[in-house]
């Protein structure tokens, strides 16, 4: 006590006084999360505003007779009258690793009832994306540990991928998967106007995997204003360039963009700005355009570190050209479709080969990757042009039958369950298996059978060919052989079984 | 006439309704008599700005002074000299306990606060963090 005491007295003599100098207003209107106010003629666009009371708020309409502000808290506790002052600052989060493991609302205080974050550093919620000169190319692969996506549309680090579909259609598994995926790379899950449920939900399966020790969760669900969820993603950017100028990885999750987009526009609404095009306010594409730019690969001078984003948009039913989605579509570099009727149809993830790409593609995959799924995607092609026929296979040749089938097994293949992320070394085995023709023998209906088996027997008799395809990233030719004799063993035994499990 | 030249109009009007500081009323009352010619929609808008734009005017030239204790006429002077090249022109005095010491000076959305509930706000957020 005496201790403290004496910090407080010598905090004190070390301050230094002065008399100041405030611009003030008083609060004319509030209501709905918005404060008009008169005066205040020195503030700026997007100043921190203190109302009186301990509120904050942000200036966002700077009009010649008055100011239209945001309020970030309880704006029931502001009056008419109410004295606001500007505060000379801009609105900043507190980044770190203490954040690590947490759960945080859009200003970065926790929500998760394990007690205060001491940060010592704050970043800016609104920052200028890395210029040119300070970038380099995609390079690295970020492995979400799913193989449809690993194989045909491949992330790398410093990547924009959007995840676009209907609701119900397995966006969210495919973030969650990739976050259980990463090891050495800080992810951050931002919940837009989402359910309370379903994050905690989320938050539960990340700790029941072990992924929260690398995971920061920055939650804007449903029941918080529409201006923290305006301000969320930008917030937890801001976190991860906090970890990207350290020159480390960083994966940032917006579930969803569709969400923040309806947050906007309520509030540029209730601020009286201009509506366009479905009520959204003209500038609704920047609002996307510079956060998304911000996630970028930085070049070994300015450390080397990396964001990789994966937003995610809600569609109605299946239509990407609506006005949102184009918008996203345009800014981020590629797309994973999903849709309904192949989720219904079995088919998970539900992704549409057709329509999904990454236009990063091949530098963001490992050289093993490469070579294994080289052909799957033009199969694939092939196997949906011929699939209205497969009814009538007993009538086709034999090259489009044998084509048929082949593309019924890898379809097969690439089925996965929730929350399995598959090893990268694994993911090269099975699709090897798949694109070589090994699986051409084995029954559509036996084949995830095989799978699981084949995998637990390379872990168990083959510990060193799947370290060594991991360690290289690359099937050289010593490994190609040594994997294709590894396989028809296991194929011949594997048929032997399903012959004597028949009888 | 479109709203925002009406006003335009208006803010003018109030710019020259000021002299040294002061309302003229002559002036104040010609532009009143003036707008209320306008059609009706146009002349209560025109007003309601002519007002808005006054009261701006005149807290811009009027210097509020808080303190604990009842200033002198000298004291005063003393003050309005200090900020003479504000022009400006009309003195309030109000007395204001929850200042605890010293004095705080207004003029139209600028706040000078030399008062001691100031410092004691200072060294709370210094100790605060």
Known sequence: MADLIQQIEKEIQGLRLKSTKENIGRVIEVGDGIARIDGLSDAQYSELLQFEGGITGLALNLERDEIGAVIFGDFTEVKEGTVVKTTGRILQVPVGEKLVGRVVNALGNPVDGKGKIESKTNYPVEKIAPGVITRESVRTPLLTGIKAIDAMTAIGRGQRELIIGDRNTGKTTVAIDTIINQSDVICIYVAIGQKTSKVAQLVAKLEEHGAMKHTIVVAATASDSATMQYIAPYSATAMGEYFMDQGKDVLIIYDDLSKHAQAYRQMSLLLRRPSGREAYPGDVFYLHSRLLERSAKLNKDFGGGSITALPIIETQAGDISAYIPTNVISITDGQIYLESDLFYAGIRPAINVGLSVSRVGGSAQTKAMKSVAGPLRLDLAQYRALAAFAQFSSDLDPTTKAQIERGKRMTEVLKQPPYSPVPMEEEVVILYCATKGFLDEIEVDKIKEFEARFLEQLRLRHKKLLGEIKEKRELDEKLSKELEKVTKEFISTFQKTTKKDKR | ?129
């Open chain 2, 1 to 129: 006439m479109t709203k925002r030249k009406l006003k335009q109009l208006a803010i003018n009007a109030s710019q020259a309704s000021f002299k040294n500081g002061k309302v003229v009323d002559s002036k104040a009352r010609s532009f009143i008599k003036l707008f209320k010619q306008l059609p009706t929609s146009k002349a209560v808008l025109a007003l309601k700005e002519y007002q808005k734009a006054l009261k701006y005017q005149l807290e811009k030239h009027t210097l509020e002074i808080e303190s604990t204790t009842p200033l002198s006429v000298s004291e005063v002077k003393k003050i309005s000299n200090q900020f003479k090249d504000l022009s400006v022109s009309n003195i309030v005095v109000r007395l204001n306990p929850d200042l605890l010491g010293g004095i705080k000076f207004r003029i139209a959305d600028t706040v000078y606060d030399y008062s001691i509930s100031d410092k004691i706000r200072q060294v709370k957020e210094a100790i605060n963090g």
